[in-house]
């Protein structure tokens, strides 16, 4: 992975995120759009314009392909660059995730 795609996706958008999230399985954008909604409880609905954009510069920049055509429908996959993206923004979130538990809990030690 060369320096200029982690410059550009690391740390992620949720939107960026969440596409390659949905895209470890064959997708298209409707359905994209939908398991974001459904996977964040409706905090995050990503708008046409803002999925139909970062499909684009994803697929450019090698982190999905074009799989097939379906009803009209450009179904989508993550390549194995995509895969290593996606990992590294996983380690980094549960990096954040297990700072903020150790601070809370030296917070709780204090308070006692």
Known sequence: MDNHIKKVYVPMT???FYILLCLREEAHGYSIVKKTEL???GE???SPGTLYGSLSK????GLIK???EEENRKIYCITGLGKQVLE???KRI??????M???RKEEHQYEK
């Open 88 to 90: 590294l923004e996983m």
């Open 101 to 103: 538990m150790e601070v």
């Open 39 to 41: 996977l964040t409880h």
């Open 14 to 16: 949720e939107t960026g």
């Open 58 to 61: 994803m697929e450019k920049d």
């Open 66 to 68: 074009f799989v097939r």
């Open 44 to 46: 995050i609905i990503i």
């Open 94 to 99: 549960e990096r954040l995730y297990d700072n």
